[in-house]
């Protein structure tokens, strides 16, 4: 039994059990279930948006958010995050993340979408790892039980109330609250900038549990990945200096479908290419990056640089295979302000999480300070509930479609999966391909979950019906969802959309 128990590693799990771990009388338990530094986070290049300079405000931040999220973004949620990012950075430089510092103050870069330089980074393009490694040093000092290796199955929920999670070797862990910090599900789709620990486990359970989830349609695709396993990130930054997108033939195609070209708007770059790799039969399309030459490759972006020379391209020299790659998930579990859910005993932060701030698209390193900032809210609301206001949800949000989960049907794979899932409800969607897709799945089923890639594999098959049902409903294009079939945004700001599953998805045990 314990008081807090922490399921995932990344950078809003650690942030809540180290926060917890500082209150007396507290025992807090974390589990992961590969090592503490396998996450999301650790891979996040770019940096932490937060306004640190007398020159930028809090509002600006704030405008810059709803802007990105077309519409949709909670106003409130959005003023948490901004307001309250510039304590929650300092907590983390206060546990010792060593934020590049340049004439003696923070350094400071510019991101797409932002009006002002406010991008902290560590070791230039290593900021994830810098905080993880950071917190997961603070973590091993703390008094924090942790577990690593160990993978959550399933919530237990007795009375209505959330009590503890099953794991993967029969074991049961009790707890006064459960608060998920299980990341994103990237791996639903073939390509994904996210590792292999992303897939949408703590959706997944919370849903089983009868939780309900919110904005699963919104999937933000990144559009440049390296094709070749592991879909490293090529920044928009590559781009941004020169490097430009040419199809099989060596034709700049961009040029055709946006006056921006190569530096349109990431979803409109991620679309064309996609359209490309249509039109060559799949075939990614290529980044050539030669005019920058190699001692500048090599300088501006270490890190990308020494993972495209792993993955034996020489691209100062020949232009490199990219394709558009899954990337954040703006839908989660849904949450209020203080990332408490539908269920009495159950919290969900970070990426798993849905508290409406990004809206339909995420702000580029908004993801992060969400973490740290919410990472923080949710302890005192789980430890310290008669300290924060009433738990509330928004009554303007959608009220939650029912998904009905398959009891029986025949085996597919996980690659079937993610295929059917780029195809129909990846960066295009429209009704016939969605309502085929929604079919097939519920056609699927998915063995017991008897090692830890079978419970992977039945999440990722309750998170993608999930995600087609809620892109089926909703008949527009906006942010990360795009209708070929109502390629506008509908009137209005839109409605925040919900969703439940029913029971027969129950886990079998
Ligand atoms: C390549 C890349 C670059 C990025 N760059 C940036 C950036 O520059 N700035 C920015 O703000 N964001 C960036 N992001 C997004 C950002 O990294 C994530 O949104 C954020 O780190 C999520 O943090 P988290 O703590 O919610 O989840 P994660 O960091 O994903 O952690 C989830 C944890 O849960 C564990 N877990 C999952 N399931 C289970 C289970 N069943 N049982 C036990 N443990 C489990 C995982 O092992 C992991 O430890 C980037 C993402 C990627 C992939």
Not at 36 to 60: H, K, M, R, Y
Not at 280 to 298: K, N, S, Y
Not at 341 to 354: D, H, Y
Not at 404 to 419: F, N
Request: charged content about 20%; some cysteine; hydrophobic content about 45%.
């Amino acid at each position: 039994m314990t008081h807090l128990l922490v399921v995932g590693s990344g950078v809003a799990g650690l942030t809540a059990a180290l926060d917890a771990d500082g209150r007396p009388g507290v025992s807090v338990t974390l589990l992961t279930k590969a090592t503490l530094e396998s996450s999301n986070t650790w891979f996040a290049q770019g940096g932490v948006a937060v306004v640190t300079s007398s020159d930028d405000t809090v509002g600006e931040h704030v405008a810059d958010t709803l802007a990105a999220g077309a519409g949709l973004s909670d106003d409130e949620a959005v003023e948490v995050l901004c307001a309250e990012g510039p304590e929650a950075v300092q907590h983390l430089i206060d546990r010792g993340v060593l934020f590049d510092v340049h004439d003696g103050v923070l350094a400071r870069g510019l991101e797409a979408a932002h009006s002002h330089e406010r991008i902290l980074h560590a070791g230039g393009d290593a900021t994830g790892a810098a905080i993880a490694a950071a917190l997961i040093d603070r973590l091993r000092d703390s008094s924090v039980v942790v577990r690593e290796n160990t993978t959550a199955v399933d919530l237990v929920v007795e009375d209505g109330r959330v009590v503890g999670v099953t794991l993967l070797d029969g074991d049961r862990i009790d707890a006064d609250a459960v608060v998920l910090a299980t990341g994103g599900a990237g791996q639903l789709y073939p390509y994904t900038t996210n590792p292999a620990v992303a897939t949408g486990d703590g959706l997944a359970m919370a849903l089983r549990a009868g939780a309900v989830a919110a904005d699963l349609e919104f999937y933000q695709f990144h559009p440049t990945s390296l094709a070749a396993p592991g879909n490293h990130l090529v920044s928009e930054a590559v781009r941004g200096e020169g490097a430009v997108l040419v199809d099989a033939g060596g034709r700049r195609f961009m040029v055709d479908v946006h006056p921006d070209a190569e530096l349109a708007p990431r979803d409109v770059v991620a679309r064309g290419i996609a359209a490309q790799m249509a039109l060559q039969g799949g075939a990614p399309v290529r980044l050539d990056a030669t005019a920058l030459g190699a001692e500048f490759l090599a300088k501006r972006f270490p890190t990308i640089d020494a993972a495209v020379r792993a993955r034996g391209f020489a691209w100062d020299r020949d232009p490199i295979p990219v394709t558009p790659a899954a990337h954040y998930f703006m839908g989660g579990v849904r949450t209020d302000l203080w990332a408490r859910t539908s269920l009495p005993g159950l919290f969900a932060v970070g990426e798993v999480a849905c508290n409406g701030l990004h809206g339909a698209n995420r702000l580029a390193s908004n993801s992060l300070l969400e973490g740290a900032v919410y990472g923080r809210r949710v302890v005192d609301a789980a430890l310290d509930p008669a300290g924060v206001p009433d738990h509330v949800f928004d009554e303007e949000w959608a009220e939650p479609i029912v998904v009905h989960l398959p009891s029986g049907g025949v085996l597919s794979s996980r690659a079937d999966l993610q295929q059917l899932m780029w195809d129909a409800a990846g960066l295009t969607r429209d009704g016939a391909g969605l309502s085929a897709a929604a079919a097939e799945l519920a056609r699927w089923s998915v063995p017991a979950a008897t090692d830890a890639k079978s419970a992977e594999d039945a999440n990722l098959h309750v998170v993608a019906q999930a995600v087609v049902a809620s892109a089926l409903a909703r008949r527009e294009s906006r942010g990360g969802h795009f209708r070929i079939d109502f390629p506008e945004p509908g009137d209005g700001p839109g409605v925040h959309s919900g969703v439940v599953v029913t029971a027969a998805g129950e886990r079998r045990a």
